[in-house]
């Protein structure tokens, strides 16, 4: 007779769970490839990504921001103190043009008895402002060209913009990285990769940044330590390149009363003409990139 074998199985019982246990293997070991691509992705500025409607700052940095914010507050507070008696009632930030049209008529006597005070006061609160990000200094601007007139007026919002920018531009370093990746996250890459591809001549593509509209102020003195913009060309971008938007609006404050609307500052001329200065600012670099490509 012959006997019915049943056949064996080539494999045995550990080679059999090991066959098994592959796949799994497989699936752990791509998950970690993919954790460190995102370690990796954590040190680029555009990296961490943040949920919607999720405040970004940790506990730490809220309170770094909030201590900054306290220490500023007493010191602008203390200079207030200081100032010689007024009527406070009548003083508040402007929010339209009627109300800076009434700030002007309420405050022209006191800036010409205690000029030193007043200044020291305008100041204060335009840096203040700067720092924080708090709309409105382009009344303030308008304010200096209606008290001072153009040279002086001109000076003195330039001194604070730059100072006040300077300011955010470290706030920004110490708090700033959530806060724009969760307010900008598109936007900030595309800076970071302006940036990437300017590096050579940083200077005139800042300069050209700040001269035209093409990218808010409040947006590069946020994103500017972000995308590691040195200070120094920070500093120097600014200072320059706020000086031609800066004069068209003091110039501006000397006719208050005609001015209608904040829009009418920038219209097309306007913006024809600080397009032209930016692109002058920019014309070594395109000629430079010319030069290499010939």
């Known amino acids: 007779m012959i006997k019915n074998r049943v056949p ?155 100072a006040g920018a300077s300011s955010c531009f470290f706030l920004s370093k110490l708090i700033g990285r959530p806060i724009v990746n969760w307010l900008w996250p598109e936007k900030l890459r595309f800076f970071q990769a302006e940036i990437a591809k300017r590096r050579d001549k940083l200077l005139n593509y800042m300069l050209f940044l700040r001269i035209t509209p093409t990218l808010p102020n409040l947006f590069i ?9 040195p200070f120094h060309i920070f500093l120097s971008a600014t200072l320059v390149g706020l000086i031609p938007a800066a004069y068209i609006t003091v110039k501006a404050g000397l006719a208050l009363g005609e001015l209608k609307s904040v829009k009418d500052l920038y219209d097309f001329k306007t913006l024809s003409v600080l397009f032209l200065i930016g692109f002058i600012s920019i014309l070594p670099t395109i000629l430079k990139r010319k030069k290499i490509y010939e």
């Open 8 to 162: 064996r199985s080539s494999s045995s019982p550990a080679s059999l769970l090991l066959s098994m246990a592959a796949p799994r293997s497989l699936v752990v070991d791509t998950e970690r490839l993919l954790t460190r691509d995102e370690e990796n992705n954590l040190d680029s500025p555009t990296g961490k990504r943040y949920k919607e409607g999720k405040f970004p700052l940790s506990r730490w940095e809220f309170a770094a921001a909030l201590g900054v914010f306290v220490v500023f507050s007493i010191g602008l507070f203390s200079i207030y103190l200081t100032m010689p008696a007024a009527e406070y009632g009548k003083l508040k930030l402007p929010r339209s043009l009627s109300d800076l049209r009434l700030l002007k008529d309420n405050i022209g006597t006191y800036a010409k008895v205690y000029p030193a005070k007043f200044i020291l006061g305008y100041c204060s609160t335009y840096i203040f402002m700067q720092t924080f990000m708090i709309p409105g200094t382009i009344f303030m601007s308008l304010l200096a060209g209606a008290l001072f007139g153009v040279f002086k007026g001109l000076f003195l919002v330039v001194f604070n913009s730059t």
């Open 221 to 229: 003195n946020l994103a500017s330590p972000i995308v590691d913009i």
